[in-house]
C-alpha cells in the first residue's frame, strides 16, 4: 500500500514548514489532490492538512477592494453578498463552476492550484508521455484528442488548458495572491508551459496562498461572466469570458474595459488587445465584435480544438454587448 | 431476503384505487432508496472478505509477452496474483442464446489483447488499497500488433454481410431510380455507454461446492446458469442475490469476464473476495451501444408519398466478439412503402464486444429514417407531421400483418395539440428569441412487444397479507410495484397487505429483464398464480366443513378488501385472517406460470436462463409493437452553437399502464437518455492508441437537471391483450426512440443545418 503521513496544521507556520518537506502536499477542499491521487498523478508523501486553520476562510469586501482568504469556500464566495454587488464576474464565475456538491467542499486557494483536465495527464498507467508529469517524457495531447486543449499560450512540450473559472475573472481585474511574504498579481502567479510545463505557478517551497486580494473599480462593478459550454451545468468550458465595463458620462463611450478569456489558454487570459482597441470607443456592435477577434492574436490549433478560435471572440462579444445593455 | 411491505412505506399520496392495476401507487422500494436501508449489492458485510482489483492491457491489440508479478506478490497484504497462467481452469458456458460453448475452457484474463482495457491480470489483497498498491508494480510487455480503431479508421474495410438482417421487397433500387423526389443522407451516431451511477461488480462466496453470488443483475437466473457451467456444478449450487439494482440500462444482463475471475479467486483462496470495477473499467470491461453508420435513400412522390426505400447500415463489433445492432428494424415498419431494401454490415474493431443500451437496434435506425423523412419534408416542402401522416402504415409493411394494435395516429394528434405544432413557421432558421434560434421538430419511435413465458409464487399468509416471490428483478423500473398491484387486485386485498420478494435466484425462476419484457411476462404469471391461490382460499371457505361459509352451499364467494362474502351479500362476513385460522391452515401457497401446458422441465429451463425461447412480436396474426411522437423545441445559440432542450411533449403507446406514475417516470427517463444521446454522449477515442480518453463521468457527459426542460408525457395507449395478459405492451425502451432525430430535426429547423452526426455539439453548428 502506497502509505503517506498526515499531518494537521496548527498554525500557518506551521502549514508552510511542513509544506516545505520534499513531497509534502497542502490538503484544503481536497476535490483536485484526492481526485489526482486517485488517478495515481498525486503521490504526496505527506499531506499537509490546512482546513482548520483559523481565521483563513473569512471574505471581505468593501467599494475599494476585496480579500477572500485562501480557505473561503467557493460557494460561500459566490453568495456573498459584497461580492455580488462589487464584482458580480466572480460571484458568476464561481457559481458556474464545478457542481453544487463540489461548491461546498472547495476553497478558493485550491481553485486556483487546480490542474488541467488533459486525459492524458490524468492517466499515468495509459499515457506514460507528458511533460507537465514527467518532464522530459514528451506530450502525448499532441496528434491525439485536443478538442479540450488550448489555442494560447501553447509551447511545443505543453498544450493544456488551465481549466478554473475564477482565475479568468481574477485576472480581468488585477487581482493579487498572497503568499506570506511575496504578493503577486494573478497574471504572474500562473506561468506560461515553455519548457517547464511542470511549473505552473510562481510558488515556492514553503509558500502557500493565504488570501485572494480583488481592487475595487467600476469595471469590476459592472461585469459579468460568460461560460459557454454543451452542457448546461457541471462541465469544464469550451471558453469563458469575464468582462468590466466603465462608460463615459454620455453612456455610450467606453472608459475602462477589462476583458479576460479561459477555455482556451494555457493560463488565465488578459486579452489587453481588446481592451486596447476599444477604450475610447463607443460600445456599437460592430466594433465590439471586430475588436473582439484581437483576442484570438497567436492562436495555434491543435486540429479538435480549432472551434474555440472561432467561438472565443463571440464569447468576449456578447460579454461585452450585454454589460452594454444593462446601462 | 428483500421485503418491501407497503405498510411501512410511506409513501402513497393517493386514494385506495392506487393500489389496484393501473393505479398510480408510488414505488414501494422508494422509502427504502431514499433512506439507504436498501443494502446494495456491494454493501454486504461477510467476515474475511478479499479484496480484488483488475489489471488491464494498455495497447489496443497485440500479445501480452509477459507479466511480471513478483514485485506486487511479495506487497504487504497480497493474497492472490492472478495472470493467464496461474488462474484456475473455468469451463466454457454457453451464450445467452443456449449455445454450447465453442471453447472448452474460458479465460477470463487474456494473452491476446483484442482491446485497450481488456483484463489481464488480476490482484487479491486484504485491503483493497493493497489490492490497488500492488496491481500498479505488475509489468507487462507486449507484442505489438496495429489496431482498427472505429469505423472510420480505413484499415476497417467494408465489413461482413449479416444476412439474416437483409429485408427486400419489391424493386426498390429500381423505384427509387424512377422515383421523382430522391433523398438520400448518412447519418452516424456514436459509442454511448450505459453510464449506470452504480458500477460493475459482485461479491462472491464459495461454501462448498455452493456458491453465492452478491451482484447486481438484470436476470440472475441467466447469470446463475453461466456460473454454474464455469464452475461445473449444479444450476442450483449458485444462489444470486440482486434485490436493488443502480441502474443497469441493459448492461448488467450478462456474468462477465470479472465476475468470473471474482468467483475463480474465492475459490481458489477460500475466501469471500469482492470486486468492484473502476469508473474507467465501467468503459472498456462491457459494452456500450455499438457505433453506427446508416444510408437511407428515400424515393418519393411530390406529394410526399413514400416508393421506395433503400436502406444500408454498418455497425461495430469486436475483433472477439459478435454484436450485431439491427439498424433497420424502425426502417421497415415504420412506413408503407411498397419497395424496400435494407442489408446490413458489420465491421470488427478493437474494443470490447458492444453490448446492449435502452433500444439497441431501434434507437439508431429511428435516427436514420426519421431524419430522412423531415428531410424529405423539407425537400417536397410538406410539414413533417403531414408527409408522417400520408406515409402513415396501415398494416405491418414487413410481416404484411395488422397491428396488435397501433396508436399512432393518436400520439401524433395529441402531441401535435399539447405542443401547439400548428403554430409551427415552416422556414427554418424562422423563429427566434433574441439570440437564440428556436426550432420545433417531430420524430416516431417504436419498440417490438417481446415476450416470454413466466412463474411466481403468491402466498396468502394467516395473517391475510399476501406475499409474491420470484426471481426477477427492480432496477427502478417498478417490478416491486406492480406486482404488489397486480396481486392484490386479484385476491382481493390492499396493495398494503402484499409484500414482494425479488431479486434472489432461489425464488420462483424468471427471464432477463430486457427488451421491456418483463412487466407483462411478470404481471401475467402473479396474475396465474394469485388467481390460483384465491381458487384455493374460496375452494377452503366453500367446501371446508369448518368453514363459517360451509353451511351456505354457495358455488363461489367475493374476496375484496381482504374479506370474503357471499356474492349476495347474505351469510358471513369474515377476513382472510378469520377464515385460514378457521379452518386452521397457516397459509395458501399457488405456484402459477404462463408456460405451455405441455412444457418439460427442459423447456422451463431454457425459458428462464437463456432467451431462446422469446415468442416473436409477429407470432401469429397480429405484428405487436409500442410506438411514440416526440415534439421537441431546441434553442440554438447563433454565435455559440449551443443547443439546449427546451420543450418536450411525447404521446405514447404502451398500451394498457399497470401504473401511469411509474410508466411516466420511465418514459421520461427514456427521453432524457435521449437527449444526451443527441447532444452529448460520445465515447472519443485516442486513435493512435485506441483508447476511450473520457472515460469517466466528469468526461463522459450525460445530461445534468439543467439540461431538462419539463417534459409531458402522454398515454394514448389501448389495452392490447394480443400482447400480454393483463394488456401491456412495452415502457422501458419506447420512450428513447426518435429523441434524437426530433432532436435534430429540430436543430435543422431552428439553423437551417442538417447535423447527420450525434453528437450535436456546439462545433458542429458555429
Ligand atoms: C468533476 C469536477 C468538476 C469540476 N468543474 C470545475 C469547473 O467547472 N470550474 C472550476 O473552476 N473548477 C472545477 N473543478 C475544480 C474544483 O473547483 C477544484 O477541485 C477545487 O476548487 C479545488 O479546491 P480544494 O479546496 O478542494 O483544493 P485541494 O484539492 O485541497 O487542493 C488543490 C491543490 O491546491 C493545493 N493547495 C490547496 N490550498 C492551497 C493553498 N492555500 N496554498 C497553496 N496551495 C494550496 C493543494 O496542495 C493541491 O495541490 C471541478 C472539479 C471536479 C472534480
Ligand atoms: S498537453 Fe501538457 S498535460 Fe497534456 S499530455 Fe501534453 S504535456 Fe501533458
Given at each position: 500500500m502506497r502509505d503517506f503521513s498526515y499531518v494537521r496544521a496548527n498554525s500557518i507556520e506551521a502549514a508552510r514548514k511542513a509544506a516545505a518537506l520534499p513531497g509534502a502536499m497542502l490538503l484544503a477542499g481536497g476535490t483536485t489532490l484526492v481526485d489526482l491521487a486517485k488517478c495515481g498523478v498525486a503521490q504526496p508523501e505527506t499531506v499537509v492538512d490546512i482546513t482548520?486553520?483559523?481565521?483563513?476562510?473569512?471574505?471581505?469586501?468593501?467599494?475599494?477592494?476585496?480579500?477572500?482568504?485562501?480557505?473561503?469556500?467557493?460557494?460561500?464566495?459566490?453568495?456573498?453578498?459584497?461580492?455580488?454587488?462589487?464584482?458580480?464576474?466572480?460571484?458568476?464565475?464561481?457559481?458556474?463552476?464545478?457542481?453544487?456538491?463540489?461548491?461546498?467542499?472547495?476553497?478558493v486557494g485550491g481553485n486556483l492550484m487546480q490542474r488541467t483536465r488533459c486525459p492524458y495527464f490524468r492517466d499515468p498507467s495509459n499515457f506514460s508521455a507528458c511533460n507537465k508529469r514527467e518532464p522530459g517524457s514528451g506530450c502525448s495531447?499532441?496528434?491525439?484528442?485536443?478538442?479540450?486543449?488550448?489555442?494560447?499560450?501553447?509551447?511545443?512540450?505543453?498544450?493544456?488548458m488551465y481549466p478554473g473559472d475564477l482565475a479568468t475573472a481574477l485576472v480581468a481585474f488585477d487581482a493579487t495572491v498572497h503568499l506570506g511574504q511575496r504578493v503577486l498579481k494573478v497574471d504572474d502567479f500562473f506561468l506560461l508551459p515553455g519548457d517547464t510545463p511542470e511549473r505552473e505557478h510562481d510558488i515556492r517551497a514553503g509558500e502557500m496562498i493565504t488570501a485572494i486580494e480583488i481592487p475595487g473599480s467600476a469595471a469590476a462593478r459592472r461585469s459579468t461572466y460568460l461560460k459557454v459550454r454543451d452542457r448546461q451545468s457541471y462541465e469544464f468550458a469550451a471558453a469563458r469570458a469575464a468582462v468590466g465595463l466603465e462608460l463615459e458620462a454620455d453612456g455610450r463611450t467606453i472608459r475602462d474595459l477589462r476583458v479576460a478569456l479561459g477555455g482556451v489558454a494555457t493560463k488565465p487570459w488578459r486579452a489587453r488587445a481588446v481592451e486596447e482597441a476599444l477604450k475610447g470607443k463607443v460600445l456599437d456592435e460592430d466594433t465590439v465584435r471586430k475588436a473582439s477577434g484581437l483576442a484570438m492574436e497567436g492562436a495555434v490549433d491543435h486540429g479538435a480544438n480549432h472551434y474555440k478560435i472561432e467561438l472565443a471572440p463571440r464569447v468576449v462579444a456578447r460579454a461585452i454587448l450585454k454589460l452594454g445593455e444593462t446601462a | 431476503m428483500t421485503v418491501h411491505n407497503i405498510r411501512h412505506a410511506d409513501s402513497r399520496h393517493g386514494d385506495a384505487s392506487d393500489g389496484a392495476v393501473g393505479g398510480r401507487l408510488s414505488r414501494v422500494d422508494g422509502p427504502a432508496k431514499i433512506t439507504g436501508a436498501a443494502k446494495y449489492a456491494?454493501?454486504?458485510?461477510?467476515?474475511?472478505?478479499?479484496?480484488?482489483?483488475?489489471?488491464?492491457?494498455?495497447?489496443?491489440?497485440?500479445?501480452?509477452?509477459?507479466?511480471?508479478?513478483?514485485?506486487?506478490?511479495?506487497?504487504?497484504?497480497?493474497?492472490?496474483?492472478?495472470?493467464p497462467d496461474t488462474i484456475m481452469e473455468i469451463k466454457g458456458a454457453s451464450d445467452w442464446l443456449g449455445n454450447p460453448p465453442t471453447q472448452k475452457t474460458y479465460s477470463p484474463l487474456a494473452r491476446t489483447v483484442t482491446y485497450s482495457g481488456q483484463h489481464i491480470a488480476a490482484v487479491v489483497a486484504e485491503t483493497f488499497e493493497q489490492a490497488v498498491a500492488a496491481a500498479a508494480l505488475i509489468e507487462v510487455s507486449y507484442d505489438e500488433t496495429p489496431a482498427i480503431v472505429d469505423l472510420s479508421d480505413p484499415k476497417a474495410g467494408d465489413g461482413i454481410p449479416i444476412d439474416a438482417m437483409t429485408k427486400e421487397w419489391g424493386d426498390a433500387e429500381a423505384a427509387f431510380a424512377a422515383a421523382p423526389v430522391r433523398i438520400c443522407a448518412a447519418y452516424n451516431t456514436q459509442r454511448e455507454y450505459q453510464a449506470a451511477m452504480e458500477p460493475h461488480g459482485l461479491i462472491a462466496r464459495w461454501q462448498g461446492e455452493e456458491l453465492t453470488i452478491w451482484e447486481?443483475?438484470?436476470?440472475?437466473?441467466?447469470?446463475?446458469?453461466?456460473?454454474?457451467?464455469?464452475?461445473?456444478?449444479?444450476?442450483?449450487?449458485?444462489?444470486?442475490?440482486?434485490?436493488?439494482?443502480?441502474?443497469?440500462f441493459g448492461s448488467k444482463a450478462l456474468a462477465l469476464a470479472h465476475s468470473a475471475v471474482a468467483a475463480a479467486s474465492a475459490k481458489m483462496l477460500g475466501r469471500p473476495v469482492k470486486l468492484v470495477l473502476t469508473r474507467p473499467q465501467n468503459f472498456t470491461s462491457y459494452g456500450g451501444r455499438a457505433a453506427t453508420r446508416q444510408t437511407v435513400t428515400i424515393g418519393a412522390g411530390r406529394d410526399g408519398k413514400i416508393q421506395s426505400i433503400v436502406h444500408r447500415g454498418v455497425n461495430e463489433t469486436a475483433v472477439d466478439g459478435m454484436w450485431v445492432e439491427p439498424l433497420a428494424s424502425v426502417t421497415s415498419i415504420m412506413y408503407a412503402t411498397p419497395n424496400f431494401s435494407s442489408k446490413q454490415n458489420v465491421v470488427r474493431v478493437n474494443t470490447v464486444v458492444p453490448g446492449a443500451k435502452r433500444a439497441p437496434g431501434e434507437n439508431p435506425s429511428a435516427f436514420g429514417i426519421e431524419c430522412a423523412i423531415d428531410e424529405l419534408a423539407h425537400e417536397v416542402g410538406i410539414d413533417p407531421l403531414e408527409i408522417r401522416l400520408r406515409n402513415y402504415a396501415e398494416q405491418d409493411p414487413e410481416?404484411?400483418?395488422?397491428?396488435?394494435?397501433?396508436?399512432?395516429?393518436?400520439?401524433?394528434?395529441?402531441?401535435?395539440?399539447?405542443?401547439?405544432?400548428?403554430?409551427?413557421?415552416?422556414?427554418?432558421?424562422?423563429?427566434?428569441?433574441?439570440?437564440?434560434?428556436?426550432?420545433?421538430?417531430?420524430?416516431?419511435?417504436?419498440?417490438?412487444?417481446?415476450?416470454?413465458?413466466?412463474?411466481?409464487?403468491?402466498?396468502?399468509?394467516?395473517d391475510g397479507s399476501v406475499e409474491v416471490e420470484s426471481s426477477s428483478i427492480d432496477m427502478g423500473q417498478g417490478t416491486y410495484t406492480i406486482l404488489a398491484q397486480t396481486a392484490a387486485e386479484t385476491v382481493g386485498v390492499a396493495a398494503d397487505d402484499v409484500v414482494v420478494k425479488l431479486g434472489d435466484s432461489r425464488y420462483a425462476r424468471a427471464g432477463v429483464a430486457g427488451g421491456s419484457r418483463l412487466a407483462g411476462v411478470m404481471t401475467g404469471a402473479v396474475y396465474k398464480a394469485a388467481t390460483s391461490a384465491l381458487d384455493q382460499l374460496v375452494g377452503l371457505a366453500i367446501s371446508d366443513p369448518r368453514s363459517p361459509f360451509h353451511a351456505l352451499q354457495a358455488n363461489t364467494l367475493v374476496v375484496a378488501n381482504g374479506r370474503l362474502r357471499s356474492p349476495r351479500g347474505d351469510g358471513p362476513d369474515v377476513s382472510i385472517a378469520e377464515l385460514l385460522a378457521s379452518v386452521g391452515r397457516d397459509r395458501i401457497e399457488a405456484a402459477g406460470d404462463t408456460m405451455p401446458a405441455n412444457s418439460t422441465a427442459e423447456d422451463r429451463y431454457k425459458n428462464y436462463t437463456?432467451?431462446?425461447?422469446?415468442?416473436?412480436?409477429?407470432?401469429?396474426?397480429?405484428?405487436?409493437?409500442?410506438?411514440?411522437?416526440?415534439?421537441?423545441?431546441?434553442?440554438?445559440?447563433?454565435?455559440?452553437?449551443?443547443?439546449?432542450?427546451?420543450?418536450?411533449?411525447?404521446?405514447?403507446?404502451?398500451?394498457?399502464?399497470?401504473n401511469p406514475k411509474l410508466a411516466e417516470s420511465q418514459w421520461k427517463g427514456g427521453i432524457i437518455m435521449g437527449i444526451g444521446q443527441a447532444l452529448l454522449e460520445e465515447g472519443i477515442v485516442d486513435r493512435r492508441h485506441g483508447r476511450i480518453v473520457n472515460n469517466n463521468l466528469a468526461d463522459y457527459l450525460v445530461p445534468t437537471n439543467a439540461d431538462i426542460p419539463d417534459i409531458e408525457v402522454i398515454s394514448v395507449g389501448i389495452p392490447d391483450l394480443h400482447s400480454s395478459v393483463l394488456g401491456g405492451k412495452g415502457v422501458g425502451e419506447l420512450a428513447i426512440v426518435g429523441v434524437a432525430p426530433a432532436i435534430a430535426n429540430a436543430v435543422f429547423h431552428a439553423t437551417g443545418k442538417r447535423v447527420r452526426d450525434l453528437p450535436i455539439t456546439l462545433e458542429k453548428l458555429i
Open positions: 482548520h486553520l483559523k481565521g483563513l476562510d473569512t471574505i471581505s469586501v468593501d467599494a475599494s477592494h476585496a480579500t477572500l482568504g485562501a480557505l473561503a469556500k467557493m460557494s460561500h464566495v459566490a453568495d456573498h453578498a459584497g461580492i455580488k454587488s462589487h464584482f458580480p464576474a466572480v460571484s458568476e464565475a464561481l457559481w458556474q463552476a464545478a457542481s453544487a456538491q463540489l461548491r461546498n467542499m472547495a476553497t495531447a499532441i496528434g491525439g484528442v485536443t478538442r479540450g486543449h488550448a489555442v494560447l499560450g501553447t509551447s511545443q512540450a505543453c498544450i493544456a | 456491494f454493501e454486504q458485510q461477510l467476515d474475511g472478505l478479499a479484496h480484488a482489483v483488475m489489471v488491464e492491457a494498455t495497447i489496443a491489440a497485440g500479445t501480452v509477452r509477459a507479466i511480471d508479478t513478483r514485485a506486487a506478490e511479495t506487497t504487504p497484504g497480497v493474497l492472490l496474483v492472478l495472470t447486481p443483475s438484470q436476470w440472475l437466473d441467466g447469470m446463475a446458469r453461466t456460473y454454474a457451467e464455469w464452475f461445473g456444478v449444479p444450476f442450483e449450487n449458485v444462489r444470486l442475490v440482486s434485490p436493488y439494482i443502480g441502474g443497469g410481416a404484411k400483418k395488422a397491428w396488435s394494435t397501433r396508436q399512432l395516429r393518436e400520439a401524433f394528434a395529441s402531441g401535435a395539440e399539447r405542443f401547439g405544432w400548428s403554430k409551427r413557421s415552416p422556414k427554418p432558421r424562422s423563429m427566434r428569441d433574441g439570440h437564440q434560434l428556436i426550432g420545433w421538430g417531430v420524430a416516431a419511435g417504436t419498440y417490438p412487444v417481446r415476450r416470454a413465458y413466466g412463474e411466481a409464487i403468491v402466498r396468502i399468509l394467516a437463456t432467451i431462446a425461447t422469446s415468442i416473436p412480436h409477429t407470432e401469429g396474426n397480429y405484428s405487436r409493437h409500442s410506438w411514440c411522437a416526440h415534439f421537441i423545441e431546441v434553442r440554438v445559440d447563433e454565435d455559440f452553437g449551443t443547443v439546449r432542450v427546451s420543450r418536450v411533449v411525447s404521446a405514447l403507446d404502451s398500451g394498457r399502464l399497470y
